[in-house]
């Protein structure tokens, strides 16, 4: 979960998912399934930051 919700506080800041992947130490692919699974959820930054 906690990789997932830096997915998320690094995509609102702007980063690329290749730039998301690398700081997460996680391949592009796992970005790209994180971040589709959160917006099915309907799921953003702000909804998981607390």
Do not use: H, N, P
Not at 18 to 47: N, P
């Amino acid at each position: 979960m906690r990789k997932i919700k830096e997915v998320l506080r690094l995509q609102a800041l702007g980063l690329s998912q290749r730039q998301i992947a690398l700081s997460c130490a996680v391949g592009q692919a796992t970005v790209s399934d994180y971040l589709k699974a959160t917006e099915t959820a309907g799921l953003k930054w702000a909804d998981v930051a607390d």
